[in-house]
């Protein structure tokens, strides 16, 4: 980037609306280029003061409606307040502190006919409705904290692009049409003529208990610390609260070589834990060569999988991984007992069961969050999204399968079953001869008749009798705690854009299922798609895997087909990593766009494992790109324009540019400008 536009007067915007002094700020020799943070930290993406003075403006316009209304006093009550519903208001306003649930400190002058009001904060505030069944409904909406007006103002639009939904407006009401329930808020004909709610207060009890539910608002809508307040003429007087820090942490990565606490090995064991899902010991014993006996006698040593950096690693302390503590923990049952397992009664459910769909044992998993489809864009209905899904369990092999369902219904569980031995049948020529189940959906008529159909035999457990389903029980705990450790730790470095929605679990799932069948068995050192296909494995699937939930950087579309992007372009966008596709290479990652949450395969991927390139707040697209738009606009050579004399007429025209920094449209023009000529 030049010094040459720093001639420029201090009031003149460069590069999409940055300061002069932003940009000497940002050309001091000693600035790292290299940390995104730092340089987000000194630009602004939102115009507050224009924001604020739209607000007030509102409040303005309709304070001849409300303004005789009594108050109670010289000091406002929260309590007696109005909120009202405006489609016009770009924020929420409140002149309130006690209805933040989280909050920023700010000083944001804004300039008024006869005076100058002040906003002193910004955060998330939360407001009570009544919904049409009569029951209250709790909204947070992100809003500005000025002391000076006398109401409270609710944008809808702001709560409906963070959290879904949409509100339709009627001669006598608006209807807000939340995921949950729905909202009808009275328009006072005859008095305010405004849709104006009377009792939106919520107690500090309610906000206590409410408060650490609710996800900031401030995150969501690109307004925070870092990527607004740098660029406005404000003071940010303090950083988030200790509450906000409190309910939504983020974490640096422990696995990161700053950290002196962990030695070297230990760091490379984490790395290795955290791709796998497997606890410590056991990717120590993949590191390590493993000696096998078989009943006659004969000892098998196998390589190690798995070649550490550190070796080390093979024999180190075990690290204490948080993630796993998070979404592992259980309640301490006093007066335990050891119990030894009964030679006799082992594997008693799948014995003699020595070919692959011999004995199949499913089972149902329910999840209250909806989780979301893997195509599309992320934005179906509840109701259109997986509630959970069936589980199978193979005997033999000791493979798992999982079938997500929008519905847990005989249709789609048969439907799913119909998958499963498809896919089946496809990797090893297998056939499903018996199933084993509860007596829930498996014991459906419509199941029992695809059975039937299909010559496989069924048996159940008994009422109350899960032990008696163990294999499908303890598949669904270990895929389950698997893909809880992979969402918590992605969510303790990552919060920004959507990377920490709990609707992502049915990717977690999957990719759970995809590790486990590719994880050597302790005891006889093959994994479970090695004893379904009987081929022998190298294992390079499973050494090219990558931390569930971590940002992938993918090349740009053009690039990926041979096109030409412009010099000072990004070759490349920030995506998430959500595990590989069941209808591709491992060499294939599915990556999750931030902006469209849309799903796709992508082959030209770079993985960050330690969450190095994300903060809290993620990357500010805006800022970046006026930075490369004001690069190439202002900063390119040129060559002289066309000159044409006093009659019009052309005399010079400057030479094409080469047909190398040319994509196909320019190709195509430049040869019809050539025939033309």
């Not at 107690?203 to 609710?214: Q, T, Y």
């Not at 005989?410 to 990797?427: H, I, P, S």
């Not at 450790?485 to 992502?504: A, E, K, N, P, Y």
């Not at 019009?648 to 190709?667: N, Q």
């Amino acid at each position: 980037m030049s010094r040459r536009n720093s001639k420029r007067s201090n009031g003149i915007e460069l590069f999409g609306g940055l300061l002069k002094s932003t940009l000497d700020d940002f050309l001091r020799v000693d600035r790292d280029y290299l940390q995104l943070p730092r340089l987000l930290s000194k630009f602004k993406s939102i115009d507050h003061q224009k924001n604020i003075c739209s607000c007030i403006a509102r409040v303005a316009a309709l304070r001849g409606t409300f303004e005789n209304r009594p108050v109670g006093g010289g000091k406002l009550d929260p309590r007696s307040v109005i909120l009202i519903w405006d489609t016009g208001a770009s924020y929420g306003l409140t002149p309130f502190r006690s209805d933040f649930i989280d909050y920023v400190e700010c000083d944001i002058p804004v300039r008024d006919v006869t005076k100058v009001n002040k906003v002193i904060g910004i955060g998330t505030t939360l407001h009570k409705f009544t919904d049409t069944d009569g029951k209250p409904v709790f909204i947070p909406c992100v809003s500005y904290h000025l002391p000076q007006t006398d109401v409270r103002l609710f944008s809808p639009q702001t709560y409906h692009q963070m959290h879904g939904g949409y509100s339709e407006v009627y001669a006598e009401s608006i209807q807000m049409k939340l995921r949950t329930s729905t909202i009808s808020i009275t328009i006072e004909q005859g008095l305010t003529n405004l849709p104006v709610v009377h009792d939106s207060f919520v107690s500090e009890k309610a906000k206590r208990g409410l408060g650490p539910l609710m996800r900031s608002g401030l995150c969501r809508t690109r307004i925070s610390v870092l990527d607004c307040f740098g660029g406005v003429d404000t003071v940010v007087s303090s950083v988030i609260t200790q509450s906000e820090q409190t309910f939504f942490p983020c974490f640096p990565c422990v696995g990161d070589s700053s950290n002196e606490n962990l030695t070297s090995p230990q760091r490379e064991l984490l790395l290795w834990h955290w791709k796998l899902g497997i606890n410590m010991y056991r990717v120590q014993e993949l590191m390590r060569e493993r000696t096998f006996e078989e009943p006659l006698g004969k000892r098998t040593v196998l390589p190690p999988i798995i070649k550490p950096k550190f070796p080390s690693a093979r024999n180190c302390v075990i690290p204490v991984c948080q993630s796993c503590l998070l979404a592992r923990a259980r309640k301490r049952s006093p007066n335990v007992k050891r119990s030894s397992v009964i030679p006799e009664s082992e594997g008693a459910l799948s014995r003699d069961r020595y070919e692959v769909g011999d004995f199949v044992s499913t089972d149902q998993f329910i999840c209250k969050t909806p989780g979301r489809l893997p195509e599309g864009y992320g934005r179906e209905s509840n109701d259109r999204r997986f509630q959970g899904g069936t589980i199978y369990n193979d005997a033999a092999s000791g493979l798992i399968w999982v079938e997500n369902q929008v519905s847990l219904g005989a249709n789609e569980t048969v439907m799913g079953k119909a998958r499963f031995e498809q896919w089946l049948w496809d990797m090893a020529y297998a056939e499903v001869k018996h199933y084993h189940g509860d007596n829930g959906i498996f014991s459906a008529e419509e199941y029992r008749q695809e059975c039937m159909d299909k010559g496989q035999s069924q048996s159940f457990s008994g009422v109350g009798a899960q032990h008696q389903n163990a294999r499908a029980e303890r598949a669904i705990q270990t895929i389950m705690y698997m893909a809880r450790s992979f969402m918590v730790h992605s969510s303790l470095h990552w919060t920004d854009r959507g990377s920490d929605d709990i609707s992502l679990w049915p990717f977690a799932v999957k990719h759970a299922v995809w590790l486990y069948n590719r994880v050597p068995n302790r005891l006889s050192g093959l994994t479970p798609l090695e004893l379904l296909t009987k081929s022998k494995a190298d294992h390079r699937d499973l050494l090219r895997t990558h931390v569930w939930g971590c940002p992938a950087i993918v090349l740009d579309p053009k690039l990926q087909n041979d096109h030409k992007l412009p010099k000072w372009n990004r070759r490349a966008r920030v995506g998430q990593f959500l595990g590989y596709s069941d209808e591709h290479s491992s060499l294939v990652a599915n990556v999750r766009h931030l902006s469209t949450g849309h799903v796709s395969p992508q082959f030209h991927v770079v993985f960050d494992d330690l969450f190095e390139t994300v903060i809290r707040n993620g990357d500010n697209d805006a800022v970046v790109n006026s930075i490369c738009d004001g690069l190439f606009n202002r900063n390119r050579e040129l060559y002289v324009e066309d000159e044409f004399d006093a009659d019009d007429m052309l005399i010079y025209k400057p030479p094409p540019l080469h047909e190398v920094w040319l994509d196909e449209t320019g190709r195509r023009q430049g040869k019809e400008d050539l025939l033309r000529q």
